[in-house]
């Protein structure tokens, strides 16, 4: 999580996650060890993050405001492609297909994936990135499929 904020704190942008509410468990709870702070205001502070979460648990976004004043939003494109990232090759004509992984197999700290899994790794978020490019190039770029469509 260091090295993953470390090159998020680098720039200003919008990163997707698919299923934000899984990786933000993980997210928030990096941010709370490295002593940020949440906040209720959309803007925060050097050392604050803001989250926009439902009162039923949906997770939309996270901002966050690194130590050195760098912003980036954490989205969920989930709420964009609301769909399984395999479907989305389909849905979205990609000659790209998802693949397979087998998730319960042991890998002990210090794992070393192998080249498969890299490559099922690279697969899972080219699809998705396809997908988006393909909405904000027909001008849809909202947080949500709803907002969008308004």
């Keep these: 999580m260091q090295e993953f904020f470390k090159w998020l704190s680098q720039g200003r942008m919008h990163v997707y996650f698919h299923n934000l509410k899984f990786d933000g468990t993980f997210i928030l709870d990096a941010l709370f060890r490295a002593d940020y702070y949440p906040t209720s205001e959309r803007n925060p502070e050097p050392g604050e993050f803001f ?9 939309y976004s996270y901002t966050i ?14 709420k964009k492609l609301p769909m399984p990232v395999a479907s989305i090759a389909d849905a ?18 210090g794992y070393q994936p192998t080249a498969a899994e890299w490559d099922y790794i690279r697969r ?9 490019a393909q909405e904000f ?8 499929v709803g907002a969008d469509s308004l």
Excluded: P, W
């Design 124 to 132: 899972d978020v080219q699809i998705v990135a396809y997908a988006l």
């Design 51 to 59: 989250c926009l979460i439902s009162n039923m648990g949906v997770h």
């Design 137 to 144: 190039a027909a001008g849809m770029t909202k947080l949500t």
């Design 65 to 78: 405001c690194f130590k050195n004043g760098r912003k980036v939003e954490l989205r969920d494109s989930l």
């Design 92 to 109: 979205f004509g990609l000659e790209e297909s998802k693949g397979d992984i087998d998730y319960h197999a042991r890998r002990d700290r």
